[in-house]
C-alpha cells in the first residue's frame, strides 16, 4: 500500500522560507515520478513541481520558479520542496504525489500540509 506523508508546513511571514518533506513507501520510490501540487480552497489545485526518477529533471510552474526547488533522496525514500521568498499567494495546501513514468496522471497522493504566508 502506498502512503506519503507530508510535512513541514506552517505559518511564515513573506519573505521567509520553508522546507516540505514528503516521506514515502510502498513501492520503489526510485522507479517514480514525484511532484508537488498545492490548492486553495474554492480554487483549482496547481502544479509547484516535478522531479523525475534520478532528479536530473525538474519542473517549476511560473510562480514559483527561481524561488522554489524540488529535490529527491531516493536512499531516503523522501521529496522535498524548499520554498523561499515566500509571498502571501502562496498560502495553500501542498501535496505531494507520485506517479509511473508510463501514467499519465499521479495515482498517489499524500494528505497535504498548510502552508500559510502572513503579510
Do not use: H
Request: charged residues 15%.
Amino acid at each position: 500500500q502506498v502512503q506519503l506523508v507530508e510535512s513541514g508546513g506552517g505559518l511564515v511571514q513573506a519573505g521567509g522560507s520553508l522546507r516540505l518533506s514528503c516521506a514515502a513507501s510502498g513501492r520503489t520510490f526510485s522507479t517514480y515520478i514525484m511532484g508537488w501540487f498545492r490548492q486553495v480552497p474554492g480554487k483549482d489545485g496547481e502544479i509547484v513541481a516535478t522531479i523525475n526518477r534520478s532528479g536530473v529533471l525538474t519542473y517549476y510552474a511560473g510562480s514559483v520558479k527561481g524561488r522554489f526547488t524540488i529535490s529527491r533522496d531516493n536512499a531516503k525514500n523522501t521529496v522535498y520542496l524548499q520554498m523561499n521568498s515566500l509571498n502571501v499567494e502562496d498560502t495553500a495546501v501542498y501535496y505531494c504525489a507520485q506517479r509511473g513514468i508510463f501514467e499519465t496522471k499521479f495515482d498517489s497522493w499524500g494528505q497535504g500540509t498548510q502552508v500559510t504566508v502572513s503579510s
